[in-house]
């Protein structure tokens, strides 16, 4: 390295991104993520003994997966490649891939390739870095913010080993808040700046885990704020709450986020917490997911969790599904509300679906047994001939419009696939069924 790019470098680094200056370069200056680094953890023993095998890092934004590559970058021997799958193409894989070759052939020596943002990368070209990652030729280690088992290729997540992060504790990002206000040499204590507690606290909270928007924010605040008459730099709660202007949600609508809130969102309801469910729903709305298939999933809950326990639990849901096509947002948030709030606090019931499943089952094991002719049409030409809808007792020429009959072929007569569940509505659906039948026992034609 010339004197030129030498301070050509230096000048990046110092004016580069606060987030980007106080990466940690040990394992030790990290901060988090304590259960896959932990002294006593296989990543923190195969990073200090530099014996990594392929790794993908998956977490979302902020929460250390560069920084943990740069660790690995400043510990190992081995040389560290770097690209980002939003930019490279197969030519820069292939400069990589024939370094990595010469590293290995001429001078025994590793090569780690880091590709940051890897689900980025379609079907061909992560293909392409399979059989070099199998030989051994690089060893990869791919970031991305997506469930890699929905992004990468399986062959690559069959060989390499995934690490998930999780979102930074508020104790962590108070904690780096408080290194970046006070390090001199890669952070900002050269502004003399003092961070009230409510600010910091305030800071930790909104960022939600997310290092890089927590720094980012401090950044701001002290290089826009006045130094009052002893030359310091004060952050307040109003300070900070400039700062951050509205928290960004971790939320992609094709993403494992979209399917985890959604479950969550239904699992409330099902679990009778309308304070949970309207805490879903409102997570979804401020992060723009469509109205239209908020409202398809509680009309779903109330027929699969509700069922008859609550027959008006359908209806409601249905109604607030045409309500919210017809209204659009801000409005339909309301109809949502009161939709999942009603299926949340109606009793439960899964005797819908369970029927329905057990019939499939039974169904798909004997699909032919024989519908007693008795029920079969008597309408269509020649079925009075064979048979059809002879001895056919017609239900309501009966008391309380019930017969007993058999309606079930012959072969499963006795099979049970609808039982009342015992809750809501379904008790007096319940109490209506024995009380025909008991008293229909006895009657005659």
Not at 97 to 123: C, P, Q
Not at 130 to 141: A, N, S
Not at 215 to 243: R, S, Y
């Amino acid at each position: 390295m010339d004197l030129l790019e030498y301070m050509n470098q230096k000048n990046k680094e110092k004016e580069s991104p606060l987030a980007s200056r106080l990466r940690p370069t040990t394992l030790d200056e990290v901060v988090g993520q304590e259960h896959i680094i932990g002294k006593d953890k296989l990543l923190y023993r195969a990073i200090q003994a530099d014996k990594l095998s392929s790794i993908l890092f998956y977490g979302p934004p902020g929460t250390g997966k560069t920084t943990l590559a740069k660790v690995i970058a400043a510990t190992t021997e081995a040389e560290f490649m770097q690209i980002n799958a939003t930019s490279a193409g197969k030519k820069d894989m292939e400069e990589v891939v024939g370094k990595a070759k010469e590293n290995r052939g001429m001078y025994g020596k590793k090569t780690i390739l880091f590709i940051d943002e890897i689900h980025r990368f379609n079907k061909s070209q992560q293909d392409y870095l399979l059989p070099f990652v199998e030989d051994g030729t690089v060893i990869l280690i791919g970031a991305t913010t997506e469930n890699p088992y929905f992004e990468v290729n399986g062959a690559l997540i069959s060989r390499s080993i995934i690490f998930e992060l999780r979102p930074l504790s508020k104790e962590n990002i108070k904690t780096l808040l408080q290194r970046a206000v006070t390090d001199v040499e890669r952070g900002l204590g050269s502004y003399h700046a003092r961070i009230d507690e409510d600010a910091l606290s305030f800071l930790a909270e909104i960022s939600g885990g997310d290092a890089r928007m927590a720094l980012n924010a401090i950044e701001l605040g002290v290089l826009t704020t006045p130094k009052d008459q002893e030359g310091n730099i004060h952050i307040t709660m109003d300070v900070a709450q400039e700062c951050i202007q509205k928290r960004t949600t971790r939320y992609d609508k094709t993403g494992d986020n979209h399917y985890d809130t959604i479950s969550a969102f239904i699992k409330s309801m099902r679990g009778s917490d309308p304070d949970a469910a309207i805490y879903y729903l409102a997570r979804m709305l401020y992060a723009g997911e469509d109205i239209r298939f908020i409202a398809r999933r509680i009309m779903i809950c109330a027929a699969e969790d509700v069922s008859n326990a609550d027959p008006q639990a359908l209806v409601v849901a249905t109604a607030a599904s045409q309500a919210v096509m017809q209204l659009g947002m801000p409005e339909a948030r309301i109809i949502l509300a009161q939709a999942a709030a009603y299926v949340a606090c109606a009793p439960k019931s899964n005797s819908a679906i369970m029927a329905i499943d057990n019939a499939l089952s039974f169904v798909k094991e004997h699909p032919d047994y024989k519908i007693p002719s008795y029920l079969q049409d008597a309408h269509y030409k020649g079925a009075a001939k064979l048979g059809h809808g002879i001895g056919y007792k017609y239900a309501h020429d009966y008391k309380n419009h019930y017969v007993q009959q058999q309606y079930l072929p012959d072969e499963c007569k006795d099979m049970h696939f609808y039982n009342l569940s015992g809750q809501g509505y379904e008790i007096e659906l319940e109490k209506h069924m024995e009380r025909i039948q008991k008293e229909s026992e006895g009657d005659h034609d």
